[in-house]
């Protein structure tokens, strides 16, 4: 069963179209991921979701309701810009978040239950202005999914964390999915989607142009990519028939090439020493930076 649906969704800002005939469904259960470049549409969509902005055509259902009122208690947002009342004690914050979405009793166990989980226990009786940013952002978090929503979310939910508190994160977001909430987040961090999500969404200068499983995307762009290391390095590549584009990741290159790989590999092992020689479906790296790259008449001259 899907909990979202968007069904032709369209939103324009004066002469820019945000958003252009837009439809997805989003699975009961399942973590699925926007992704896309700046400007390309991705908040927009999330504040329609949350019915802060209203589409101008389309219809957006929420949970079997079509163009649902604002701040459903059913479904938790962590917005971009991240805001809390600087002055509050942290658990009392919490509180009174649970209490606006209609936690329920057992709301205070619940709060002590994410502190710990989050090693934030001893700030619990703290002001918000004397915690870190990191720890900022894990009550932020916690503010949005306290009350326990089916739907959850989260506009960069990992964007400037370190490596631990990203890691908390992860397993907290793991958590409601398993608990049984659907979770929707939007992020630029390609391998966190790649390991995190159920289904991948990619929106591009308000067009839809990815949906689906990490499967059916790569599957879909072919074994077009080769992974190369040499002695030589990238200079070893210069004038191979065949390669169209080359990543230089230094130790290693990685490459779109179309013809006979064995071919290729001779002519590699003509001209110095390969230690390794791999073809492998594009990442969603890759994929995004294929689509999203800027064609030669787009981009800025100096």
């Known amino acids: 069963m899907d909990v979202i649906q968007l069904r032709n969704v369209s939103k324009s800002f004066g002469d820019l179209r945000a958003v252009d005939d837009l439809s997805l469904s989003v699975p009961r259960g399942s973590i699925y991921g926007f992704i896309g470049p700046n400007g390309s549409g991705k908040t927009t969509t999330l504040r329609m979701l949350m019915s802060i902005l209203r589409p101008d055509t389309g219809e957006v259902e929420i949970l079997g309701e079509r163009n649902p009122p604002a701040a459903k208690d059913s479904v938790g947002y962590l917005p971009e810009e991240r805001g809390l009342y600087k002055k509050m004690k942290v658990r009392r ?16 166990a619940r709060i002590d239950e994410w502190l710990n989980r989050m090693a934030l226990t001893d700030w619990a009786d703290k002001m918000v202005e004397t915690l870190s940013k990191g720890m900022a952002q894990k009550v932020q978090f916690l503010s949005t999914i306290i009350a326990e929503p ?8 990992f964007s400037g964390l370190d490596p631990v508190n990203l890691e908390v ?9 398993k608990n049984g909430s659907t979770i929707i987040f939007s992020t630029h961090d390609m391998a966190v989607a790649e390991r995190m999500c159920d289904r991948i969404f990619m929106i591009y200068k308000g067009h839809k142009v990815l949906d689906g ?21 990238a200079a070893a590549l210069d004038g191979l028939t065949g390669v169209e584009d080359v990543r230089d990741h230094g130790q290693l290159q990685e490459l779109r090439f179309t013809g006979d790989t064995q071919k290729l590999l001779r002519d590699l ?10 073809q492998t479906r594009p990442s969603l790296h890759d994929i995004f930076v294929r689509i999203a790259k800027p064609e030669p008449d787009e981009e800025e001259t100096p």
């Open 93 to 108: 914050l919490l509180r009174y978040y649970g209490k606006l979405k209609n936690a329920g009793p057992q709301l205070d």
């Open 269 to 278: 092992l003509a001209r110095t020493e390969v230690h390794h020689f791999e």
């Open 169 to 177: 994160l992860r397993e907290a977001v793991l958590t409601l999915r």
């Open 150 to 157: 089916e739907i959850v979310i989260l506009d960069e939910p």
């Open 213 to 233: 499983t990490q499967e059916e995307i790569q599957t879909e762009y072919g074994q077009d990519t080769l992974r190369i290391r040499t002695t030589a390095g």
